[in-house]
């Protein structure tokens, strides 16, 4: 039965309170505002072209690791997160899941693309996101509550002619700072 309340205890270990997360959301917010007029400007026409569905993805997460490992951390992150694509550089986030601390958690936010890599056939998409906990789910473990910082690589299928459904499917890995680091992995789905 001590153990059991030893390792309940692990639970409340704070996941992001560090100076490192609040530097890091800082500098992405910064970073994304001062690129926002020239990305705009260079990329909109290839995104005006694609209906509204073709430029939403679903991620679904399916595996989720701290470091350190620390005993009390949820590791199943069910959910879903929608990602929709308002040029090649940006993207807004709605989503809903169980955390680490098994609260349920809605947040809202954006994403934007830092650098793609396209080989014959991945793409491979690095960027950072920025959201808001709209219902609380982190509150009394997040020094920067309410906001969440990430950073994301995408990988999806590139080029391919005969099987399309190949370019809208890919994984999303998300890795959220702090004194612990989290570590999710997602299922990505184009509509």
């Known amino acids: ?8 205890s692990h639970h409340f270990v704070p996941l992001a309170r560090s100076t490192l997360v609040r530097k890091f959301i800082v500098g ?10 020239v ?18 993805t679903v991620e679904v997460p399916v595996y989720t690791r701290h470091i350190p490992a620390v005993a009390g951390f949820n590791d199943h992150n069910w959910g879903a997160l929608v990602d929709v694509a308002l040029s090649p550089d940006w993207s807004i986030l709605l989503g809903d899941f169980t955390n680490s601390y098994y609260r349920n958690t809605v947040i809202g936010g954006a994403r934007y693309s830092i650098h793609a890599w396209e080989f014959s056939s991945i793409k491979i998409d690095t960027g950072v996101m920025l959201g808001l906990d709209l219902n609380g789910g982190y509150k009394g473990r997040n020094d920067v509550d309410p906001f969440l910082g990430a950073l994301s690589v ?17 994984i999303a890995f998300t890795v959220i700072p702090g004194e612990t680091f989290g570590i999710n992995v997602a ?4 509509l």
């Open 154 to 170: 995408k990988i999806t299928g590139n080029h391919f002619s005969e099987y399309e459904m190949l370019n809208r499917t890919g």
């Open 1 to 8: 039965m001590n153990f059991e309340l030893r390792a309940r």
């Open 187 to 190: 299922l990505a789905f184009g």
């Open 28 to 37: 992405a917010a910064v970073f994304a505002c001062l690129n926002a007029g």
């Open 39 to 56: 990305s705009a400007q260079e990329e909109a026409p290839s995104a005006a072209g694609k209906t509204l569905l073709s430029r939403i």
